[in-house]
């Protein structure tokens, strides 16, 4: 698992893995990311459903309880095909983008 940290913000990918694995690998290594903003690239899984995106689902919803973003990345599933509590954009740029705005609200109290 790599982790790439810029500012307040991990991005965290994985390389040549089960889907399983990884978010085996996420879990364990949560709690030395959880005070981040975390990304999570998924552009290393060739074939990704909108069912393996909900995995990511208990770990998003306790991550954004915690008053911090959550943003998966891939371009193999829509946002549409997802629940509103999940982040997916198809771009590491828009993940920034969104962190930023969400930062933004956190601060104005909205």
């Known amino acids: 698992m790599i982790f790439n940290k810029e500012g307040t ?3 965290v990918f994985q390389e040549k ?3 399983a694995t990884f978010l085996e690998n996420l879990n ?3 709690p030395k990311i ?3 903003n975390i990304i999570v690239n ?3 899984f060739q074939k990704l459903t909108s069912g393996d995106v909900l995995e990511f689902l ?3 919803n306790t991550h954004r309880g915690s008053n911090k973003s959550f943003v998966l990345v891939t371009s193999k599933v829509s946002y549409d095909e ?3 509590e999940i982040t997916v954009v198809p771009s590491i740029q828009e993940a920034k983008d969104i962190i930023e705005m969400e930062e933004i609200e956190r601060d104005l109290g909205i």
């Open 42 to 44: 998924l552009f290393s």
């Open 34 to 36: 959880k005070h981040d």
């Open 28 to 30: 364990k290594a949560y």
């Open 9 to 11: 913000t991990t991005i």
């Open 58 to 60: 208990n770990i998003s």
């Open 17 to 19: 893995t089960s889907l």
């Open 82 to 84: 997802v629940p509103d």
